[in-house]
């Protein structure tokens, strides 16, 4: 299964984009398909991965207390791409869920090519550290 760039359009995050944008960073995303209770990320270890939530939903707790909740068009991830390499958070499916991952090194791609995008994505990650969501 691979992403397209009609699945990006439904990403608030990509909505910037113009279709042959979307076309390209569509190639970068991989498809990750998981069942309910999956943990996605654990908190402290070592993440190169991006990921955006499709459908389903997920818990993000640290130190066993929720922080929040993700529903489909959220992200995850950054943090530890952007900051020391290390999650702060655990993430787990409380459905079954389909998401979008994009390694570091592609991480990195959507970064330099798409300014804007890395922007939103930065200040989300800034929120998140200020406010612990």
Not at 7 to 33: G, H
Not at 51 to 61: C, D, E, I, K, R
Not at 69 to 98: C, H, K, M, N
Request: zero cysteines.
């Amino acid at each position: 299964m691979s992403v397209s760039a009609v699945d990006l359009a439904a990403v608030p995050l990509f909505d910037s984009l113009d279709e042959s944008e979307r076309e390209e960073v569509a190639t970068w995303f991989d498809v990750k398909i998981a069942d309910k209770d999956v943990r996605l990320v654990g908190e402290g270890s070592s993440g190169y991965s991006f990921f955006v939530l499709v459908s389903g939903s997920a818990v993000v707790t640290s130190a066993g207390v929720e922080l929040g909740t993700l529903s489909p068009g959220d992200f995850f991830g950054e943090v530890a791409i952007l900051g020391g390499g290390r999650r702060t958070a655990s993430v787990t499916t409380t459905s079954p869920s389909t998401l979008f991952t994009l390694f570091g090194t592609d991480f990195r791609k959507l970064q330099q090519t798409h300014p804007q995008i890395a922007d939103r994505i930065e200040a989300a990650m800034r929120d998140r550290l200020t406010n612990g969501a």
